[in-house]
T-cell receptor, first 112, second 114 residues
Framework: GEDVEQSLFLSVREGDSSVINCTYTDSSSTYLYWYKQEPGAGLQLLTYIFSNMDMKQDQRLTVLLNKKDKHLSLRIADTQTGDSAIYFC????????????FGKGTRLHILP | DAGITQSPRHKVTETGTPVTLRCHQTENHRYMYWYRQDPGHGLRLIHYSYGVKDTDKGEVSDGYSVSRSKTEDFLLTLESATSSQTSVYFCATKAGQGAKNIQYFGAGTRLSVL
């Protein structure tokens, strides 16, 4: 079955870049997403990328997609304390595009 | 903000009692979803709806039922709550066409079953 894998924890010093990685199994994935969840809140879409793109940049966020290796990454430049959250990688379900499949989330901890 | 309101935000109940969680949206989105979030499991789909009175099961639907009598409301019912259903429940709606599945989430309901 389809699966989305990501590491559970990442610690980064304030001001450094954070890189959160994700691998997925569905080679026919069309859309891939990054969501952010702050404490006590629901998930919020950060960005998404279509499978015909290799990179997408939006201010401090850079998404890189390597379709050959089925690898997706999210880079946050100049990490701030407000970036402390859980980040979820997700892909559209190839069998039912009205569903998306989430990874388990990466908790980003910011060190002073 | 897609105008999604979940109620209640917190609930404590006893094993064996029925519980209904409500999700209300103001965006007129066709699709609505119920997820549960648990440590070590991430987000898992319980049920979803693709229109009024049209619903389908997700990966963890046992013990849960849903109803959607109006576009704006999607109810999740635990017929007889068990301790394993202690969790944080999120409602979401879908924007975007086809495979572009942008989901907007409510703030969640924290449910404790004692």
């Amino acid at each position: 079955g389809e699966d989305v894998e990501q590491s559970l924890f990442l610690s980064v010093r304030e001001g450094d870049s954070s890189v959160i990685n994700c691998t997925y199994t569905d080679s026919s994935s069309t859309y891939l997403y990054w969501y952010k969840q702050e404490p006590g809140a629901g998930l919020q879409l950060l960005t998404y990328i279509f499978s015909n793109m290799d990179m997408k940049q939006d201010q401090r966020l850079t998404v890189l997609l390597n379709k050959k290796d089925k690898h997706l990454s999210l880079r946050i430049a100049d990490t701030q304390t407000g970036d402390s959250a859980i980040y979820f990688c997700a892909e559209t379900d190839m069998n039912r595009d009205d569903k998306i499949i989430f990874g388990k989330g990466t908790r980003l901890h910011i060190l002073p | 903000d897609a105008g999604i309101t979940q109620s209640p935000r917190h609930k404590v109940t006893e094993t064996g009692t029925p519980v209904t969680l409500r999700c209300h949206q103001t965006e007129n989105h066709r699709y609505m979803y119920w997820y549960r979030q648990d440590p070590g499991h991430g987000l898992r789909l319980i049920h979803y709806s693709y229109g009024v009175k049209d619903t389908d099961k997700g990966e963890v639907s046992d013990g849960y039922s849903v109803s959607r009598s109006k576009t704006e409301d999607f109810l999740l019912t635990l017929e007889s709550a068990t301790s394993s259903q202690t969790s944080v429940y999120f409602c979401a709606t879908k924007a975007g066409q086809g495979a572009k599945n942008i989901q907007y989430f409510g703030a969640g309901t924290r449910l404790s079953v004692l």
